[in-house]
Nanobody, 118 residues
Framework: VQLQASGGGLVQAGDSLRLSCAASGRTFSRYKMGWFRQAPGKGRDLVAAISASGSPTYYADSVKGRFTIARDDAKNTGYLQMTSLKPEDTAVYYC????????????WGQGTQVTVSS
């Protein structure tokens, strides 16, 4: 499956952004999906994930209550709604997808930059 992330940008602290992940090539609904992020000089961390069925979901502690992951299988698209953004949310965000029977994500999209100014 091919993944195309979009929606990043430069915003101020407290603003909101919605990232989108358009999938193509295979039946998106069969895959779990998620969002990783990589801040400058740091590794890639899983921020949020959603199962193939839409439930359950997972959120990193740092984004709980502020980010919401969702999927629209009819549109082959996943989303990450980000609110109350903080400067520490600045990173390249990657959408990912994977087989529900594995613990990893086999498919990665290109990143989209999110920059939050204070």
């Amino acid at each position: 499956v091919q993944l195309q992330a979009s929606g990043g940008g430069l915003v101020q602290a407290g603003d909101s952004l919605r990232l989108s992940c358009a999938a193509s090539g295979r039946t998106f609904s069969r895959y779990k999906m998620g969002w990783f992020r990589q801040a400058p000089g740091k590794g890639r961390d899983l921020v949020a994930a959603i199962s193939a069925s839409g439930s359950p979901t997972y959120y990193a502690d740092s984004v709980k209550g502020r980010f919401t992951i969702a999927r629209d299988d009819a549109k082959n698209t996943g989303y990450l709604q980000m609110t109350s953004l903080k400067p520490e949310d600045t990173a390249v965000y990657y959408c990912v997808a994977g087989s529900p029977i594995t613990s990893s994500y086999q498919y990665w999209g290109q990143g989209t930059q999110v920059t939050v100014s204070s």
